[in-house]
């Protein structure tokens, strides 16, 4: 504990020094009282000692009060460093507390800010003003329509020494409620027009961006699809053709008739960002199954030349066909159970709605090896499947490369893979990446998870490399 005034559980703790001082500036001021109350009483100057007594007692209250602003509001001076209670960074259960690790004072920081006020006017200038007296700069400011409010999204730059705790009590203060703040980077900067018109696009050139188009437009949720047909107009789960919202879920209906679902429990959705949403998903229909048309050309160590290209639905049946070239030991590798189940998975797997597929062509325009990047909710799972007599060149270990190359441009943490132990090919290529694993066994079969949030410089590089 330093000797400044710090926060306990909402109350001020003052150190015991002060504590003492304060008792002992009393005594001293009732035994004065005293000593002058004699002396007026029974000495011939009674008069002018009670002048002179009561100058003492002016002085010593403006001394008081003097020391109590002094000591109850400066800044901490003891040699442990410390901030101020407000200054201080929160653990994990307060995030409404957290104050950016390693800013400097006079450096800035991004935040993005969504808090509800009402829908009346001058409300709007009163929050803006109440970030202005924290020297929060406004970049941009964004309103979601309520029934019974307005929601109000910020890109704030703050002082970099400014806890985020300080910034949501002047929100509060200024009549905003609901508030939720995040750090923000050089991405948000974009407006939001533009945002919006490059995930269009981003959707128009590739089927497989939309489940990562909805997760940058919305923030952090976990998106889910569910195939099926549509009956009487309508998808499965009684979801409209209009779509649903529901608080923190939104229900839309997927191109193919089946139902999208997207969830954000920390942070209920606003109509604007539902209309967005649906927006993307009747664009995303609208162009039907698409990839895009890209391939490059490798030759393997030993001479042989291969295609590596995007894969859809319309590669099914010469992915049947390695399925059938391909060995019971090495579909069982895959799949983990039946093998004669395989291949109703391959119009699921080859969908660019659930993720991304790399096939590898040779040059007879025979399919020999197929990699799937698949969004699995929130999480990303990569799968491999080599025909046998292609095993063993490197083919994998590059199929690999460039799905984990993916994940890391649309912006996911981490990738899994779900093998076997026995299964050293994979596993000896999810350790050539070069990137932390995380190995755990579950019911018999392994999963192998690499990180690759401190890895998007590589991805960048590597994407830089290919397109070089």
């Keep these: 504990m330093s000797d400044v005034t710090r926060a306990k559980h909402g ?14 500036a009393l005594f001293t001021a009732v035994a004065v009282a005293d000593a002058v109350a004699n002396l007026v009483g029974h000495g011939p100057d009674g008069p002018e000692l009670l002048l002179v007594s009561a100058v003492l007692l002016i002085a010593t209250a403006a001394f008081h009060t003097w020391w109590s602003r002094r000591h109850g509001h400066a ?3 003891d040699d442990t460093g410390a901030r101020p209670a407000a200054e201080r960074q929160a653990g994990p259960s307060d995030p409404s507390s957290q104050q950016p690790a390693g800013v400097s004072p006079g450096e800035s920081t991004l935040w993005r800010m969504r808090t509800t006020v009402k829908d009346e006017p001058g409300s709007l200038a009163v929050l803006c003003a109440a970030l202005a007296e924290l020297r929060v700069d406004i970049l941009s400011l964004q309103t979601h329509p309520l029934g019974d409010g307005t929601v109000d999204e910020f890109l704030l730059r703050a002082p970099g020494d400014l806890a985020v705790a300080e910034i949501t009590r002047a929100v509060s203060r200024a009549g905003g409620t609901s508030t939720w703040t995040e750090r923000a980077d050089a991405h948000d900067l974009v407006d939001a027009p533009t945002r919006v ?3 269009a696009t981003r959707t128009a050139l590739d089927a497989a961006e939309l489940p990562l188009a909805l997760r ?9 699809q569910l195939p099926g047909a549509p009956v009487a ?7 409209p053709v209009e779509g649903v919202l529901e608080d923190t ?67 099914v049946e010469a992915a049947k066909a390695m399925h059938e070239r391909c060995s019971s030991r090495t579909l069982a590798m895959r799949y983990h159970g039946p093998v004669g189940d395989a291949d109703r998975y391959l119009n699921h797997l080859l969908s660019p709605r659930f993720g991304r597929t790399l096939a590898v062509q040779t040059a007879s325009g025979r399919i020999v090896g197929l990699g799937h990047l698949l969004w699995d909710g929130d999480e990303t799972e990569v799968a491999l499947l080599v025909e046998d007599a292609w095993q063993r060149r490197g083919i994998g270990a590059e199929l690999l ?3 984990v190359g993916m994940a890391v441009e649309a912006g996911c943490e981490s990738v899994y893979a779900v093998t076997q132990s026995s299964n050293t090919g994979m596993v000896a290529a999810m350790r050539g990446l070069g990137l ?14 690499a990180r690759l949030a401190s890895q998007a410089q590589v991805g960048l590089e590597e994407s830089a490399r290919r397109k070089g």
């Design 401 to 403: 490369r460039r799905l």
């Design 197 to 199: 018109l490059g995930l």
């Design 75 to 77: 800044p901490p001076t």
């Design 11 to 24: 109350r001020p703790v003052h150190h015991w020094r002060r504590d003492v001082i304060e008792l002992a």
């Design 436 to 449: 932390p694993l995380d190995y755990q066994i579950e019911e018999g079969t392994l999963v192998i998870t």
């Design 249 to 315: 879920v939104l229900r839309l209906r997927a191109p193919e008739g089946g139902v999208i679902t997207v969830e954000r429990p920390y942070l209920p959705f606003t109509p604007t960002e539902f209309a967005r949403a649906r927006a993307l998903v009747e664009l995303d229909a609208r162009l039907g199954p698409r990839v895009p048309g890209s391939q490059d050309v490798l030759t393997l160590p030993e001479g042989s030349d291969i295609t590596v290209r995007r894969a859809d639905t319309g590669d």
């Design 233 to 239: 107009g309508r998808a499965p789960e009684g979801v």
């Design 216 to 224: 940058q437009l919305l923030g952090r949720c976990t998106i889910r």
